[in-house]
């Protein structure tokens, strides 16, 4: 009796979320969001010559300008201004890369792959505005890469972390070593399995001059570098690298925390924050988790004290009460990304195959909606399309919610709209402003819901085919005549901001095959930089990256990519009055 009493309470409880969306199609959502105060492009550039150049990371100086930061397969290489060497120039003896050298497990071809030993780290130091390179500095060829950047908030500078190849040699003030084991091969059985290198991953912070490290240590033999760096609130640096690991503001000493949990062989968890104010570590993933009905992947979100000791975990809910056909409340395919603000809250996301999401309710307390609904976007236009069982798109959940008032969150679905009809959206990123805003980023079909079509068109997208690794358009074939494989196609890469309370879309755009790596934010100016893949006949006139007049290169540098940035800001308040 207490069961269907619950599952009664909880049903009134979904009717409540149900009651708040809007049934409006692509063009009304357009005109919606198309408003005065939308964020606009004020500058955007290319990065690159006629190899592989794509940027992974940027950072705002505290005078405005940028830096860029991403990596080469080699040469060629832009050399106006001529670059500055951190190192000396060791090559692997590897071809440099062409399309079709990289292949996957079953040996098929791929696009260039990231395990390739002379894949260069470099950044890129622009004028405020996008228009001049006033400086480029590079690791020595075939030295190691940059996979993750840190801008630091209190201690100020820069840290990055990547791949350390047997030949990475750089000026340091002070170098430490982590010795977990033996060297092992790093490469394995991939077309570089010749190549024996240690796998070492470094973590440095840049001295100011832009020349070396202030501070660097060698992780031997970690084999797979960072992908994210956190700043804690004492200026420590977290990351998670074969277990997590805290370097001391001064870069003098290594802690291993302990961050323990249960999960099963099929769990996933990744390192997604660090709270800025109680230092707490935010973990996001998925578990396999069953009850009577069937078996999901559900969310996972892990709280941890600020030593790694674990503290709570949220959506652990009594299991009848979730993916249950009684209230209509399928589970996501687990959290596949989520970040701490830097207000302190948390945001996440997962993707479900329909209209209902357990991401709009409370994380401590099933019984609970959220209690703000968000921009109003529904599933829930095409009944009869539901109710013939065939309601698989895959569509997109938000939700961003006060670790102290778990209660007060907000909860958005995200999607495209053909017409009425939701149409596939998925986030792989996300990274939360100072002011409260959300960036979000990830592929879309091609109906994306857009505040303008002014800097990014997408009228080719829907005939593009391509991963994150691989090259849209016409195919380029290998020696042996077999076409180089592509991805799944009718879907493309985008970018969208929030407000502080998921509840207006301020930016929303197709990319045009720019893959997004990072964000920041400086006196209200947002950079964002990709990884722009060049089509193999070339850009349309439909399908095209944003460029400015009077930036720094505004072609591609006609390889297999380039590297692409761009500001955004609010419009003046007079403007146009």
């Given amino acids: ?80 201004p001529v670059p500055d060497v951190i190192g000396t120039d060791q090559p692997w003896d590897v071809p440099l890369y062409a399309p079709g050298m990289d292949r996957d497990a079953q040996g098929d071809p791929v696009g260039p792959l990231d395990i390739n030993p002379n894949r260069t780290g470099f950044f890129v130091l622009y004028s405020a505005d996008l228009s001049k390179v006033q400086k480029v500095v590079r690791f020595g060829w075939g030295a190691g890469s940059i996979d993750a950047v840190l801008a630091r908030r209190g201690a100020g500078g820069v840290v990055l972390a990547g791949t350390a190849t047997g030949r990475f040699s750089v000026p340091a003030a002070t170098v430490n070593t982590l010795k977990p084991g033996d060297d092992i091969n790093f490469y394995g059985r991939t077309v570089y399995e010749h190549i024996v290198n240690p796998g070492d991953v470094y973590v440095g912070q840049l001295n100011r001059g832009l020349t070396g490290f202030e501070w660097i240590w060698i992780l031997q033999a970690h084999q797979r570098p960072p992908k994210a760096l956190f700043e804690a609130p004492d200026g420590s640096v977290v990351f998670d690298c074969v277990g997590i690991k805290r370097i001391t503001a001064n870069g003098r000493a290594l802690q291993e925390l302990p961050c323990r949990t249960v999960l099963d062989a099929a769990d996933e968890r990744f390192l997604a924050g660090v709270h800025p104010v109680n230092g707490n570590l935010i973990f996001g993933g998925a578990r396999i988790s069953r009850n009577r009905f069937q078996s999901w992947r559900a969310p996972l979100l892990e709280q941890h004290s600020a030593d790694g000791e674990f503290q709570r975990r949220y959506y652990d809910w009594i299991v009848d009460l979730v993916n249950n056909p009684v209230v209509d409340t399928p589970a996501d395919a687990g959290l596949s990304a989520a970040c701490v603000m830097p207000d302190g809250r948390i945001a996440v996301t997962g993707v479900g195959t329909g209209h209902a999401s357990v991401l709009s309710f409370n994380p401590l307390n099933i019984m609970q909606p959220l209690g703000k609904t968000g921009i109003g976007f529904s599933a829930d236009a095409e009944p009869r399309f539901q109710r013939e069982g065939n309601f698989i798109e895959r569509l997109a959940h938000l939700a961003v919610f006060d670790p102290s008032d778990t209660a007060a969150g907000a909860y958005t679905l995200w999607c495209a709209f053909e017409g009425y009809r939701p149409r596939p959206a998925t986030v792989e990123g996300m990274k939360g402003l100072p002011d409260g805003r959300l960036v979000i980023w990830g592929q879309s079909a091609k109906w994306l819901v857009q505040t303008t079509t002014d800097y990014f068109r997408a009228a080719d997208q829907v005939v593009m085919e391509y991963n994150h690794h691989l090259r849209p358009h016409s195919p380029r074939l290998n020696p042996d005549g077999k076409e180089i494989k592509l991805g799944v196609g009718g879907t493309g890469p985008y970018s969208a901001i929030f407000d502080a309370e998921l509840g207006s879309l301020l930016w929303s ?24 893949v060049i089509p193999a006949d070339g850009w349309s006139d439909g399908n095209r990256p944003a460029v400015t007049d009077g930036a720094a290169q505004t072609t591609p540098g006609g390889g297999w990519s380039d590297g692409h940035i761009f500001l955004l800001q609010l419009p003046d308040r007079n403007e146009g009055r």
């Fill in 1 to 80: 009796m207490r069961y269907f009493l619950i599952m009664a309470q909880f049903a009134a409880a979904a009717a409540i979320v149900a009651a708040e969306p809007q049934l409006l199609s692509n063009e009304a959502w357009h005109k919606k969001f198309s408003v005065e105060r939308v964020m606009q492009i004020s500058a955007a550039t290319f990065f690159g010559a006629g190899g592989v150049e794509r940027f992974d990371g940027v950072s705002f100086a505290s005078d405005g300008r940028i830096l860029a930061f991403g990596n080469s397969w080699g040469e060629p290489f832009p050399r106006k």
């Fill in 509 to 532: 755009s197709a990319m045009a095959g720019c893959y997004i790596a990072d964000v920041a934010e400086h006196q209200g100016r947002i950079a964002i930089v990709s990884q722009a």
